[in-house]
Structure formats: C-alpha cells, structure tokens
C-alpha cells in the first residue's frame, strides 16, 4: 500500500518562492555556453559527485520546449552525508546492462536537504537529450527528486529548490510557465506516446504525463500542473515599482539692476519677476526597474562569487539555504489534504533507484 498523498496549497507554495528561496544564491559551478541568468539556485556540478564515472557514449544537444519532473524511487530516508552515494547507484543503474543509457538520465538532482545537482554531463554547459523509462519523447529537460514520492512527502526544502530550479531553466529556455500553459511536440517515441504522435504538453510536466508510469508519484505529481507552476512563475516575475515624484525647487525671485547710466537723476530698473518650476512626476524606465533577481533577503549566500547567472569555476559551491529551510516551511507548508490509494500493480511499481 501506498501512504496517504500529501496537497500542498499554492499559497504555500508562493510562501517559500517568496520567502525562503529569496535567501539563496546563485554560486559558482562551471563554465558554461548559455546566458547568463541571475537565479536564485546554487547548483554543484557533475564533477562534486561523478568522479571516475564518465558518460559511456556519446551526449546530444536537445531542443528543450519543456520541464519533465521525475523521482528515482529509491530511498528517502537518506542522510545529508549519503546523497553523493545515492547520484552514483543511480548512474550505474543507468549504464549498467538493464538500462544501457550514456549516462544517468536525468539532467539535475534535487535532494531532499535543497541540494541542486548537474545530472547527465553537460546539462550546465546546455541542452542534454536524457532518457527515461518508457522511452523518452524527447524535447525536455529532466529534473529528478531523489526519493519515492509515491510513498513518501517530499521536504520543504526540496519543493523549494525544485521551484527554483524550474524557474531558472524556464528562464533559460524561454519557457512559458503559468498556470496551463502547453507545448506541442512531436514524440519520439515512449510507451505512452508512441513516436511520431503528435502530443501536447504541460510546459512543467511529471513523468507520468509522458510514459505508462507512477513516478513522480502521488506526493508530487498533483502539485505539477497549477501550484509549482504558479510559483514558479511568482518567482519569475519582476518586482513592481510605484512612479517616483520628482521634488520640485522653490520659487528664485529676480535681482534689481543696478544704474547704467552716468546721468545719477534716471536709475533704470528691472521689475521683480518669479520664475516658478511646475510640478513634474518621473515614470520608472520599465527597462531598469526590471529585476530576475529575487528580492534582498536578511539572509545572504556565503558562498556567492563575483559572477552571476550559471556562474564559473570548477568546485561548484553548495546550495545556500541559510534560514531558507524556515522559508520553505512557507512552500510546502504541509497542510495535507490526505487521500487514500489503492496500491499499485506490478506494472506501476516504483523501479530501482532512477526511475
């Protein structure tokens, strides 16, 4: 049997994209070749966790038009100190001869302390192509929460850093986020989309939506198609500023002329004449007052380089939550509507680590 599914409201939601990932930063990772995008994620790359685990075979740049949730089904329970280990089980599952893939499927890792990952090598310099069970249909950027969330609720501090990051690859990718927004694609192939179907998408999505499967589970997927959406989108909206009123000086009155003449019985003189400045009020220059960057926090990231956006460096720093995890409790609230489930089939069950 499953456990009860976890709802999380979207003001919840809203509370930890304005609240909680307002403290974190966006640190060094790697070099890379998109645009730079202010964010509010550190992501640690592939080198921090992938030592001595290369990719088996070629990578492809992908065309991305959408956001593609997944979970590896694997233990939630892990400690702080075992998420490396878990992103290593996870890429030799993925190369090893069940699956076959390059690499681990997945472009990024969210764990369930916030930590933001590279997955599949590359996915910081770019696009990826990644794969997934069921077939992939491709055009996607897979984010993949490190746990079942079929059985279990995802923290608050991972629902945050999930929001986050979605918000930063929507950026990145140009990909409309509100609430129902859609991408049409043709598949390329998985056992719920059969390639060449023409199919249409949520622009964030859980795997579910794309091939024959439970994951990301019952704990999240809900969440996928109104509430992340929606905080994604806050966190991605610009800062609202009111006209600034522009003081005016008062009113300089005129000086007498003094006498020009050398006749001292005629003194010309200037009438006293006010000059007076009328009010004027400043339209904000919508180009300036535009920010991506989440509003000043009490709490800043000790980890920030002088770079902004994707970053540079190789070290990578870790995810700068500081008093975030306090903030997500905002998020994710966990105000939980809870329902029962009926368990699953075979067919349905959770794979091994990296579904």
């Not at 038009?65 to 290593?88: I, K, P, W």
């Given at each position: 049997?499953?456990?009860?599914?976890?709802?999380?409201?979207?003001?919840?939601?809203?509370?930890?994209?304005?609240?909680?990932?307002a403290a974190?930063?966006?640190g060094?990772?790697?070099?890379?070749?998109?645009?730079?995008l202010?964010?509010?994620?550190v992501?640690?790359?592939r080198?921090?966790w992938?030592?001595?685990?290369p990719?088996?075979?070629p990578l492809?740049?992908?065309?991305?038009?959408?956001?593609?949730?997944?979970h590896?089904a694997?233990?939630?329970?892990y400690?702080e100190?075992e998420v490396?280990?878990q992103?290593?089980?996870?890429?030799r599952?993925h190369?090893?001869?069940e699956?076959?893939w390059?690499?681990?499927a997945y472009?990024?890792?969210v764990?369930?302390?916030g930590g933001?990952?590279?997955?599949r090598?590359?996915?910081?310099?770019?696009?990826?192509?990644?794969?997934?069970?069921?077939?992939?249909q491709g055009f996607?950027q897979?984010?993949c929460?490190?746990?079942?969330?079929?059985?279990?609720?995802?923290?608050p501090?991972?629902?945050?850093?999930?929001?986050?990051?979605?918000a930063?690859?929507?950026?990145?990718?140009d990909?409309?986020?509100e609430?129902?927004s859609?991408?049409?694609?043709?598949?390329?192939?998985?056992?719920l989309?059969p390639?060449?179907?023409d199919v249409?998408?949520?622009?964030i999505?859980?795997?579910?939506?794309?091939?024959?499967?439970?994951?990301?589970?019952d704990f999240?997927?809900?969440?996928l198609?109104?509430?992340?959406?929606?905080?994604?989108?806050?966190l991605r909206?610009?800062p609202?500023?009111?006209p600034?009123?522009?003081?005016t000086?008062?009113?300089?009155?005129?000086?007498?002329?003094?006498?020009?003449?050398a006749?001292q019985?005629?003194?010309?003189?200037?009438?006293p004449?006010?000059?007076?400045?009328a009010p004027?009020t400043?339209?904000?220059?919508?180009v300036?007052a535009?920010?991506?960057?989440p509003?000043p926090?009490?709490?800043?990231?000790?980890?920030q380089?002088?770079?902004?956006?994707w970053g540079?460096?190789?070290?990578?720093?870790?995810?700068?939550?500081?008093?975030a995890?306090?903030?997500?409790a905002?998020?994710?609230?966990?105000?939980r509507s809870?329902r029962?489930?009926d368990?699953?089939?075979?067919?349905?069950?959770?794979e091994p680590?990296?579904?």
């Amino acid at each position: 049997m499953c456990g009860s599914a976890s709802r999380f409201t979207r003001r919840e939601l809203l509370g930890l994209a304005g609240g909680g990932l307002a403290a974190m930063a966006f640190g060094p990772t790697t070099s890379v070749r998109a645009s730079p995008l202010d964010g509010p994620i550190v992501i640690r790359p592939r080198s921090v966790w992938g030592d001595g685990l290369p990719p088996t075979g070629p990578l492809i740049a992908e065309d991305v038009r959408f956001l593609l949730v997944h979970h590896t089904a694997g233990r939630t329970d892990y400690a702080e100190s075992e998420v490396v280990d878990q992103m290593r089980q996870v890429y030799r599952f993925h190369t090893g001869p069940e699956k076959g893939w390059p690499d681990v499927a997945y472009n990024f890792f969210v764990d369930r302390y916030g930590g933001v990952w590279e997955g599949r090598q590359g996915s910081l310099d770019g696009p990826i192509v990644a794969d997934a069970t069921g077939g992939s249909q491709g055009f996607a950027q897979l984010v993949c929460l490190l746990g079942n969330f079929h059985e279990h609720a995802p923290t608050p501090e991972m629902m945050g850093a999930l929001v986050g990051l979605l918000a930063l690859l929507a950026d990145r990718y140009d990909i409309a986020t509100e609430p129902g927004s859609t991408v049409t694609f043709t598949s390329r192939g998985s056992n719920l989309w059969p390639a060449g179907t023409d199919v249409v998408a949520p622009t964030i999505a859980g795997h579910r939506d794309m091939s024959q499967t439970v994951c990301p589970g019952d704990f999240v997927y809900p969440l996928l198609h109104v509430d992340v959406p929606a905080s994604v989108t806050t966190l991605r909206s610009p800062p609202q500023f009111l006209p600034e009123t522009t003081p005016t000086e008062p009113p300089v009155p005129a000086t007498s002329t003094p006498p020009t003449s050398a006749d001292q019985t005629t003194t010309t003189t200037t009438n006293p004449t006010t000059t007076t400045t009328a009010p004027t009020t400043t339209q904000p220059d919508p180009v300036a007052a535009t920010t991506t960057s989440p509003p000043p926090s009490s709490t800043v990231a000790q980890e920030q380089s002088g770079s902004s956006g994707w970053g540079a460096g190789e070290t990578g720093a870790a995810i700068a939550l500081g008093g975030a995890a306090a903030g997500a409790a905002a998020i994710v609230g966990l105000r939980r509507s809870r329902r029962a489930s009926d368990g699953q089939s075979g067919a349905d069950r959770p794979e091994p680590p990296g579904d």
